[in-house]
């Protein structure tokens, strides 16, 4: 289970990344190459073979090439999202553990996004598996506590909603993105003409909240930004406590046809709520 990289294998890295320069580049790899805070480095755990044993010596490579954008990897069974030099590293739960999930990429000329879907058809499977984990964790560490299995699978696996993020021109968004699982956006694709101009976005929440303010971001998917403001809500029901965000593609800011890519940002004090994703705009 341990990881190495060999010297002809750092080569034939670096060859590559020169005979690719100017290529937004995504590396996929089975083991970890960035320590996790409190994972890797925890003293009760023995988390050294997560990490590739000279992983060090691959960062240094592929840091002094900026096309870099992101490394994903796998083996560890939970998910975790670090971001270090301006390259962002992302493990990913599997689909045999809990949570049972897969990942989607979205990839376009300047922007990734990443969508946590879990295994369809088969919730038992995600429960059964939570369960067996509950007592793999008790097993080895119940000595740490009676809550250390649902803080483990509550920081270390996460919620599927979490896992999800948005990397934009070289730069890591939120560190928590919020996926469909409590946003709709619809018409979407929005028809100026069929639908009307109007995109709503629709985000509820588990309990009615305060809203401080609202701050969204849209951008092209070559990444250059075309709207940046705070836009104003309504309650649109209180049982869920939902709230509507309305954007005229056809007003001010008059968008073309093609795909965009939003960040919704509501600041709550200590714990800020973030959402993101794409819609389409068909003329």
Known sequence: DDGHFTPDTLTFL???????????????IHHLVNPIPSVTDNPYVNASYLLVDNYQAFKTLIE???DVWIVFSGHAHFNSV????????????SVIHYPVQYNILHIYENAVIQEA???????????????KMIDWINTHYGFLGEDIAGDALGIDYGKLRDRAFVFIQGEYQYKTVKTSDNIKVYPNPVKPG?????????????????IPQINMKIFDISGHEVYSGKP????????????????????????ASGIYLYIIEIPFPGN????????????
Not at 82 to 93: F, H, N, Q, R
């Open 14 to 28: 670096e060859q590559d990344l020169i005979t690719n320069q100017g290529k937004k580049t995504l590396i996929f």
């Open 64 to 66: 002094g090439y900026p």
């Open 82 to 93: 670090t971001y270090d030099k301006g390259i962002l590293y992302v493990v990913s739960a």
């Open 117 to 131: 879907r879990k295994i369809s058809g088969t919730i038992s499977l995600s429960e059964w598996s939570r369960a």
């Open 194 to 210: 069929i639908h009307g101009s109007i995109l709503n976005f629709e985000i509820q929440f588990e309990r009615v909240r305060i």
């Open 232 to 255: 104003n809500y309504k309650i649109s029901s209180l049982n869920p406590f939902s709230i509507n965000i309305q954007i005229d593609v056809k007003g001010n800011l008059s968008l």
């Open 272 to 283: 800020p709520l973030n959402y993101s994703g794409k819609f389409a705009v068909i003329k």
